[in-house]
């Protein structure tokens, strides 16, 4: 062993320690590229850039080398317009002193050994003394002092970075690296970050990304992810980045840095490739996303604005549009919406206020959180219980003559307004005119556990399972609500059940089931937001191992409903009312289809709330004969339910390719007239 020691330190020590001093080794993440969104025809929604930052090591260098490294540095960034770290708590020209009170002002003198009454100015160059900063350019003395004091407050090491940038410019990054012979300790960063292309749109869905927090690890471990996450790692903190960020995140990879003993880095190679992390397809389709949302937005400005006639202080909304056939979404709104890309490196307490603060609530999701009663649009699942137990059939026609005879005596909207009823009427004529009275008579005969039955089979009052956290499941009216607090259930409350008031609240994404399943013939549908997940090898995630997946994070363990089955002549009475009240004169929304080149089933609500407002609904589907989509609108204190219809014309126009059409005929008109002249 001594032999060996002489030999290491006295013999070949000079060898020895040269290579020693050229093969300093550190490790750096290759950060794994994030998993893009794209909707169903694989437009990029979201997706990973690389940008450049710049983080710094400790050397053993000298001051003067130092301080000459680091002029170099910050003179090359502002240069090319980039920032940098700077906590330097004195500001030039003129000289100040930033803190929050003077006893931070006093604990930071004693810290430093700066006198008690010291200036700005005297204590900014007792620190230029205190880093042996050698030039009289005020500027240049800034420059490194705040670099210098950053290092020794935050703390570096030969092995620990401090970041002096996050991101620079590709111009700073160049210029940087092929001046890094003059350079000591920096380290140029490739990393992804996360670039949200379509701005604000589906932003609800999308959900936003942020620094990962405690709270955010134990979520994740109690729900069995082992998975070793950074402090300074970035994760899904709302909507499919969220659910969805075990899959999109990839796994980072190793980059060995070899570096001298003065910071030059002498060779870089690879230890563990990153790999990226899988794409999911959605199932929306962006371009109709897009008109959705600008016709929930139009709709709205004009109805505040008395666009039709009466004006209302409208308060948000939402749609949604469903394929009826497979369940698939294809475009949900929520307004107003919100910036997700403004999140992923820190929203500024501004903007973050200005969000938190609007009572409209832009973070928060309609289309899924906010259960509303649906009114008048209900009533086809009252209809529907009818008929199947047989309280009533396709051909009888109930009296609305007056206030109804029973519990508190309600009476139709009609009578209300024109002191008439609307007189017989079967079960189609009732849904196209809307008719209370024969909802409280057939109501009244079959009872609310009926009701309730068949409200559950179109999956009211239940999740519908789609892929996103904070998915409410609303309220479906039965005897438990007030039999549990001791009270009998009444009649009454049967009654105004059965119009899609009382205790009913259900959320859009849900009514948007019912009205998908109305359409499609009574069949059970599963609604879903997500196509597919493909790996970065180009392999696809079985749709079971998604729905397994989604389900256990979501805590969702699924709500069996006797499977019903609903006969074709029930399913028709109901279609056919549907279909008079955006066809026949008497709708309530024929106004907007009357010439329309497509047939649309629809109802219009006009849903009252304990505050006075009057949420406006209208669900509908399209086309009549075979229908295809269901779109299902609310406008909280919308007023009339037949305002909303524009919203459902305008997304069946984008939908059916019409809007397309109509613009190649104008052009078409156009060039023939100049043809003409």
Same mark, same amino acid.
């Given at each position: 062993?001594?032999?060996?020691?002489?030999?290491?330190?006295?013999?070949?020590?000079?060898?020895?320690?040269?290579?020693?001093?050229?093969?300093?080794?550190?490790?750096?993440?290759?950060?794994?590229?994030?998993?893009?969104?794209?909707?169903?025809?694989?437009?990029?929604?979201?997706?990973?850039?690389?940008?450049?930052?710049?983080?710094?090591?400790?050397?053993?260098?000298?001051?003067?080398?130092?301080?000459?490294?680091?002029?170099?540095?910050?003179?090359? $960034? &502002?240069?090319? @317009? +980039? /920032? *940098?770290?700077?906590?330097?708590?004195?500001? #030039?020209?003129?000289?100040?002193?930033?803190?929050?009170?003077?006893?931070?002002?006093?604990?930071?003198?004693?810290?430093?050994?700066?006198?008690?009454?010291?200036?700005?100015?005297?204590?900014?160059?007792?620190?230029?003394?205190?880093?042996?900063?050698?030039?009289?350019?005020?500027?240049?003395?800034?420059?490194?002092?705040?670099?210098?004091?950053?290092?020794?407050?935050?703390?570096?090491?030969?092995?620990?970075?401090?970041?002096?940038?996050?991101?620079?410019?590709?111009?700073?990054?160049?210029?940087?690296?092929?001046?890094?012979?003059?350079?000591?300790?920096?380290?140029?960063?490739?990393?992804?970050?996360?670039?949200?292309?379509?701005?604000?749109?589906?932003?609800?869905?999308?959900?936003?990304?942020?620094?990962?927090?405690?709270?955010?690890?134990?979520? $994740? &471990?109690?729900? @069995? +992810? /082992? *998975?070793?996450?950074?402090?300074?790692?970035? #994760?899904?903190?709302?909507?499919?980045?969220?659910?969805?960020?075990?899959?999109?995140?990839?796994?980072?990879?190793?980059?060995?840095?070899?570096?001298?003993?003065?910071?030059?880095?002498?060779?870089?190679?690879?230890?563990?490739?990153?790999?990226?992390?899988?794409?999911?397809?959605?199932?929306?389709?962006?371009?109709?996303?897009?008109?959705?949302?600008?016709?929930?937005?139009?709709?709205?400005?004009?109805?505040?604005?008395?666009?039709?006639?009466?004006?209302?202080?409208?308060?948000?909304?939402?749609?949604?549009?469903?394929?009826?056939?497979?369940?698939?979404?294809?475009?949900?709104?929520?307004?107003?919406?919100?910036?997700?890309?403004?999140?992923?490196?820190?929203?500024?307490?501004?903007?973050?206020?200005?969000?938190?603060?609007?009572?409209?609530?832009? $973070?928060?999701?309609?289309?899924?959180?906010?259960?509303?009663?649906?009114?008048?649009?209900?009533?086809?699942?009252?209809?529907?219980?009818?008929?199947?137990?047989?309280?009533?059939?396709?051909?009888?026609?109930?009296?609305?003559?007056?206030?109804?005879?029973?519990?508190?005596?309600?009476?139709?909207?009609?009578?209300?307004?024109?002191?008439?009823?609307?007189?017989?009427?079967?079960?189609?004529?009732?849904?196209?005119?809307?008719?209370?009275?024969?909802?409280?008579?057939?109501?009244?005969?079959?009872?609310?556990?009926?009701?309730?039955?068949?409200?559950?089979?179109?999956?009211?009052?239940?999740?519908?399972?789609?892929?996103?956290?904070?998915?409410?499941?609303?309220?479906?009216?039965?005897?438990?609500?007030?039999?549990?607090?001791?009270?009998?259930?009444?009649?009454?409350?049967?009654?105004?059940?059965?119009?899609?008031?009382?205790?009913?609240?259900?959320?859009?994404?849900?009514?948007?089931?019912?009205?998908?399943?109305?359409?499609?013939?009574?069949?059970?549908?599963?609604?879903?937001?997500?196509?597919?997940?493909?790996?970065?090898?180009?392999?696809?995630?079985?749709?079971?191992?998604?729905?397994?997946?989604?389900?256990?994070?979501?805590?969702?363990?699924?709500?069996?409903?006797?499977?019903?089955?609903?006969?074709?002549?029930?399913?028709?009475?109901?279609?056919?009312?549907?279909?008079?009240?955006?066809?026949?004169?008497?709708?309530?929304?024929?106004?907007?289809?009357?010439?329309?080149?497509?047939?649309?089933?629809?109802?219009?609500?006009?849903?009252?709330?304990?505050?006075?407002?009057?949420?406006?609904?209208?669900?509908?589907?399209?086309?009549?004969?075979?229908?295809?989509?269901?779109?299902?609108?609310?406008?909280?204190?919308?007023?009339?339910?037949?305002?909303?219809?524009?919203?459902?014309?305008?997304?069946?126009?984008?939908?059916?390719?019409?809007?397309?059409?109509?613009?190649?005929?104008?052009?078409?008109?156009?060039?023939?007239?100049?043809?003409?002249?």
């Amino acid at each position: 062993m001594l032999i060996r020691l002489f030999d290491l330190q006295i013999i070949n020590g000079q060898e020895y320690r040269e290579n020693s001093n050229t093969r300093l080794s550190r490790e750096s993440t290759i950060e794994a590229a994030r998993g893009s969104f794209v909707d169903r025809y694989g437009n990029v929604l979201v997706s990973t850039d690389m940008s450049f930052s710049l983080e710094m090591y400790k050397t053993k260098v000298e001051d003067e080398q130092l301080n000459a490294s680091i002029l170099l540095m910050t003179t090359i $960034l &502002e240069n090319n @317009g +980039d /920032t *940098y770290l700077d906590t330097f708590p004195i500001s #030039i020209e003129p000289f100040e002193y930033h803190f929050e009170s003077d006893e931070k002002l006093a604990e930071w003198k004693k810290k430093y050994k700066i006198p008690e009454t010291a200036s700005a100015e005297e204590a900014f160059y007792l620190m230029r003394d205190k880093y042996k900063i050698k030039t009289d350019d005020i500027q240049d003395i800034r420059r490194i002092l705040t670099i210098r004091y950053g290092i020794t407050t935050i703390g570096y090491s030969a092995t620990k970075s401090i970041s002096i940038s996050d991101e620079i410019s590709r111009e700073s990054a160049i210029q940087l690296q092929e001046r890094s012979q003059e350079l000591t300790g920096i380290n140029i960063v490739k990393e992804p970050v996360r670039k949200y292309y379509t701005g604000s749109m589906a932003s609800h869905i999308l959900g936003y990304m942020g620094r990962i927090e405690k709270k955010d690890l134990e979520e $994740l &471990e109690k729900s @069995g +992810d /082992t *998975y070793e996450y950074k402090p300074t790692d970035k #994760i899904g903190k709302t909507g499919a980045e969220k659910v969805f960020e075990e899959y999109l995140r990839g796994e980072d990879g190793i980059k060995q840095i070899d570096m001298s003993v003065d910071g030059t880095i002498t060779g870089e190679y690879t230890a563990k490739e990153a790999k990226g992390g899988a794409d999911v397809v959605l199932t929306i389709d962006s371009n109709l996303q897009k008109i959705t949302e600008r016709a929930l937005v139009t709709n709205i400005e004009k109805i505040r604005t008395g666009g039709f006639s009466q004006r209302y202080d409208t308060k948000g909304g939402a749609v949604v549009v469903t394929n009826v056939k497979t369940g698939e979404i294809l475009a949900m709104a929520s307004y107003p919406d919100y910036e997700p890309e403004l999140f992923y490196n820190g929203i500024s307490s501004e903007k973050y206020k200005e969000y938190n603060t609007n009572p409209l609530n832009p $973070l928060h999701n309609r289309t899924i959180s906010s259960p509303y009663a649906p009114g008048s649009t209900f009533k086809m699942i009252t209809a529907i219980a009818a008929l199947e137990t047989g309280v009533t059939n396709t051909t009888e026609r109930i009296n609305d003559n007056g206030p109804y005879p029973a519990a508190h005596h309600p009476a139709c909207w009609y009578y209300n307004s024109y002191k008439r009823g609307h007189g017989p009427l079967n079960v189609s004529g009732a849904i196209e005119k809307s008719c209370n009275y024969f909802f409280y008579e057939v109501s009244n005969r079959m009872g609310i556990d009926n009701l309730e039955k068949y409200a559950r089979y179109f999956g009211l009052g239940q999740k519908t399972g789609i892929e996103l956290y904070n998915e409410r499941a609303g309220i479906l009216a039965n005897r438990t609500i007030t039999e549990s607090k001791g009270t009998p259930w009444m009649v009454g409350d049967t009654l105004v059940a059965a119009i899609g008031q009382g205790y009913n609240n259900f959320t859009p994404v849900q009514m948007a089931k019912y009205i998908s399943m109305i359409a499609n013939g009574g069949h059970k549908i599963d609604l879903s937001i997500v196509k597919n997940v493909v790996k970065s090898d180009g392999t696809q995630v079985p749709e079971s191992e998604i729905r397994e997946f989604t389900n256990k994070k979501l805590g969702l363990e699924g709500e069996a409903t006797e499977d019903l089955q609903i006969s074709e002549q029930t399913i028709n009475a109901v279609l056919e009312g549907m279909k008079s009240v955006t066809s026949d004169e008497g709708g309530t929304a024929h106004s907007v289809f009357s010439n329309f080149d497509i047939v649309v089933g629809g109802k219009t609500g006009s849903a009252e709330t304990t505050n006075g407002d009057v949420n406006a609904w209208f669900v509908g589907f399209a086309p009549f004969d075979d229908p295809e989509i269901a779109v299902v609108v609310i406008v909280e204190n919308g007023g009339h339910g037949s305002y909303t219809a524009e919203v459902v014309r305008e997304i069946i126009e984008e939908y059916f390719g019409m809007n397309v059409q109509q613009i190649t005929e104008t052009m078409s008109a156009e060039t023939e007239t100049e043809q003409f002249t």
